[in-house]
């Protein structure tokens, strides 16, 4: 570690923490400057200087002129102290639960010399951070007096929060060794000494009181009079955060670079290392969100263990990728989250944490909100989604007034068949058919009028139609369905953290957009054939840790089926999904057993 270096990011951390705080008496200078010139004017009255009714009148005028601006200030000044800042929605881990954590922590901030963080609290990210708490909003003890467990299992927090929180990001400990995130950790907890520096932490402190500020002032729903007031507000606020926005950036960066030049000094040579588990566990973390825990979250169910889902994840790109080999050798050492007492209860409410803030699912478990086990992924989510969506596609066909296909052998007749799909999406001039089904009714017909070119582009007319009508009747189930949403807001004080954030917000980070017309009818498809291939081939769902929902076929992955579906939407063309039906032996003209 360089001292120079350490001392130069601090003093430059220090030096624009005062300009931030500069910004904050000039305005306060500017609230005080007509009550000057009021007690200036007043004063040459009573000494018999400034006489005559022209200086009366400027007399009143500026008393009065003082007295609203003096209001008005305190009234700004008292909404910025007052405000809530906002504040990083988080699992909270009480030492009791984690006492090697903490002390793993505590060790690393006296090597560094530095004040050790009063709390830790994992994020479903994988980031890490320093997260200043000390607003008296901030304190989560209920009006009764009583402490509140914020999370069963995980210990009673203290009775307020602690100043400064150690957020770590869950995937982190499941994936990384201890070493490894100690290293990664260094650089945060020697963020504690430049921060608790006066000027930074005033600074600091003023900067979330505006940006508090602008947000109390952006609340809808107020009365017209309040309006007025909070248009005011927000406007004095944000000029103010100009006025600080590149000082308290550049506070930020000397703080960082202090805390990176002192932190050289633990386990440089492995935080190297460490920082390529890091990218790592990011893309396993992204890829396990987006593939599989939100096909699961789209059926109402919460994969509970999603950071040990990370670990298998990692795992399986390390046998797949040669780039990643090498990697699960280290899975041979002491894991982080060992430092866990409880690991399997933090996991959970780490995976129902992410469940809300990438889905807005619900606070707490319910009979339209259940965990899922791993084990029971198969069957509980891609069995269920892929029968749900092939019984939508068929909906979605007979309101097109498309025929059933009838296998007088079978034992329903006329029942839901991938032959009838295939024969719907087959071109004409392949099919030998002559003109498309009878017009989309209502919705259909105002979802088609309205969709996006663009997302239907590349399709056939047939094509385009069945999407459109996927896309409306999917609309439509989701607004009768219960609001997941309303669900989600009601239960938003009873989860981690619940009192420092805004569950009408959900989901804070969406991890994809809406699917287009054009991916509903591919998924819709596929979904139907993976049907046809458990009823009628033997074949299983299976879940693979990259890609998510799988078809085994002699438990084996299928991995040839999507560009077959994409050649029968785009082109009309059934040859080459019809051949690969022969050779599993699949036959579409069999009834499928829907939900």
């Not at 601090?10 to 000057?36: F, K, N, Y």
């Not at 400027?58 to 008292?78: E, N, S």
């Not at 017309?517 to 879940?543: F, Q, S």
Request: proline share 8%.
């Amino acid at each position: 570690m360089t001292g120079i270096g350490v001392e130069v990011g601090a003093q430059a951390a220090r030096t624009r923490a005062l300009a931030v705080l500069r910004v904050r008496s000039r305005a306060l200078a500017v609230a005080l400057l007509p009550a000057a010139v009021a007690v200036v004017l007043l004063a040459g009255g009573s000494t018999g200087h400034l006489v005559g009714r022209g200086w009366d009148l400027a007399r009143w005028i500026m008393t009065v002129f003082a007295v609203l601006v003096l209001l008005a200030a305190a009234g700004i000044g008292l909404v910025v102290a007052r405000a809530r800042p906002a504040v990083s929605p988080t699992v909270p881990i009480a030492e009791e639960s984690a006492p090697d954590l903490y002390r793993l922590v505590r060790d690393l901030a006296d090597r560094l010399d530095v004040p050790a963080p009063s709390a830790i609290a994992l994020t479903p990210d994988c980031d890490s951070w320093l997260e200043d708490r000390t607003h008296a909003s901030h304190d989560p003890s209920p009006p009764d007096g009583h402490d509140r467990d914020e999370m069963t299992g995980l210990g009673r927090p203290p009775r307020r929060v602690a100043a400064t929180v150690l957020v770590i990001g869950s995937p982190f400990l499941w994936w990384m060794r201890v070493g490894e995130l100690r290293a990664v950790l260094a650089p945060v907890v020697a963020g504690t000494g430049p921060s608790a520096h006066p000027d930074i932490a005033a600074a600091r402190r003023f900067v979330r009181g505006l940006d508090a500020a602008v947000a109390v002032a952006s609340t809808p729903g107020r009365a017209l009079p309040l309006r007025a007031v909070c248009a005011a507000l927000g406007w004095v606020a944000r000029l103010l955060l100009r006025g600080c926005r590149e000082h308290a950036t550049l506070m930020e960066r000397g703080v960082a670079s202090a805390a990176a030049e002192r932190a050289q000094a633990v386990d440089y040579g492995l935080r190297i290392v460490a920082q390529e588990q890091v990218g790592l566990a990011y893309a396993g973390w992204d890829r396990l969100l987006t593939r599989v825990a939100l096909p699961a979250w789209r059926m109402g169910r919460w994969p509970s263990r999603l950071d040990a889902g990370v670990v298998a994840a990692l795992t399986e790109l390390s046998r797949r990728d040669r780039l990643a080999e090498g990697f699960t050798s280290r899975l041979g050492e002491r894991p982080a989250c060992d430092l866990l007492e409880e690991p399997g209860l933090v996991d959970e409410a780490a995976s129902l944490l992410a469940a809300r803030l990438f889905h807005g699912g619900p606070a707490e478990p319910g009979p339209d909100w259940a965990p899922v086990d791993w084990q029971e992924y198969p069957d509980e989510v891609v069995d269920r989604k892929w029968r749900a969506d092939a019984a939508r596609l068929h909906r979605v066909l007979d309101a097109l007034g498309v025929r059933r296909v009838t296998d007088r052998t079978a034992s329903h007749p006329g029942g839901p068949t991938l032959a009838r799909v295939l024969d719907h999406l087959t071109a004409p001039d392949r099919a030998g058919a002559a003109d498309l089904p009878k017009p989309l009714p209502q919705p259909y017909a105002a979802m088609a009028a309205d969709a996006d070119e663009d997302a239907l582009e590349g399709g056939t007319e047939r094509s385009m139609a069945l999407a459109c009508g996927l896309t409306a009747e999917l609309a439509r189930e989701e607004a009768a369905a219960p609001a997941v949403r309303s669900t989600a807001a009601a239960g938003a004080a009873q989860g981690p953290d619940a009192a420092f954030w805004d569950g009408d917000a959900l989901p804070l980070f969406p991890l994809q957009p809406p699917r287009t017309p054009r991916e509903l009818l591919a998924d819709h498809v596929t979904a139907m054939v993976c049907c046809a291939a458990m009823d009628t081939a033997g074949a299983a769902p299976g879940l693979d840790w990259l890609d998510g929902p799988s078809l085994l076929i002699d438990g084996i992955r299928t991995t040839d089926l999507t560009p077959k579906v994409l050649s029968l939407i785009e082109d009309g063309d059934p040859v080459p999904l019809r051949t690969w039906l022969v050779e599993c032996g699949i036959r579409p003209e069999k009834p499928v057993r829907l939900v």
